[in-house]
């Protein structure tokens, strides 16, 4: 999760909100300021959803190439020595060889997707922060 860049996006939307309310002058830029921060968050929203959608579909024993297709660009790519947090608190799935991890921007969240030497999945796991 991005604290900072959330509550970036929750300020744009209260500051175009407020615009809105003032001089006709300001009325336009908080209605682009307000729509862009909105646009954002949607995106963002999507993004999890499609995420979301995504790892429902994705079984073990699935290839590196299915799990790219299904979720997208990883935000990271990390051998086996790392994990939520990037520190290993615990040993990794026997055999792993990469892990590819899927940040989410606006909630604390992260899909990890563990791979064998063959590129084939063999671990996946849903972090998520309560």
């Given at each position: 999760?991005?604290?900072?860049?959330?509550?970036?996006?929750?300020?744009a939307l209260?500051?175009?909100?407020?615009?809105?309310?003032?001089?006709?002058?300001?009325?336009?830029?908080?209605?682009?300021?307000?729509?862009?921060?909105?646009?954002?968050?949607?995106?963002?929203?999507?993004?999890?959803?499609?995420?979301?959608?995504?790892?429902?579909?994705?079984q073990i024993?699935?290839?590196?190439?299915?799990?790219?297709?299904?979720?997208?660009?990883?935000?990271?790519?990390?051998?086996?020595?790392?994990?939520?947090?990037?520190?290993?608190?615990?040993?990794?799935?026997?055999?792993?060889?990469?892990?590819?991890?899927?940040?989410s921007f606006?909630?604390?969240?992260?899909?990890?997707?563990?791979?064998?030497?063959?590129?084939?999945?063999?671990?996946?796991?849903?972090?998520?922060?309560?």
């Amino acid at each position: 999760m991005n604290a900072s860049g959330t509550l970036g996006l929750v300020a744009a939307l209260l500051f175009g909100v407020i615009l809105l309310f003032c001089g006709r002058r300001m009325r336009r830029v908080g209605c682009v300021v307000a729509s862009l921060a909105i646009s954002f968050l949607a995106f963002f929203v999507y993004q999890i959803e499609r995420l979301h959608t995504g790892d429902a579909r994705i079984q073990i024993g699935a290839s590196k190439v299915d799990v790219l297709a299904a979720q997208g660009r990883p935000t990271a790519s990390t051998d086996c020595s790392t994990s939520y947090g990037y520190e290993r608190t615990s040993l990794s799935a026997p055999g792993c060889t990469q892990i590819l991890w899927y940040y989410s921007f606006l909630t604390p969240e992260a899909w990890e997707y563990v791979f064998d030497a063959n590129g084939r999945l063999i671990h996946k796991y849903h972090w998520q922060s309560p």
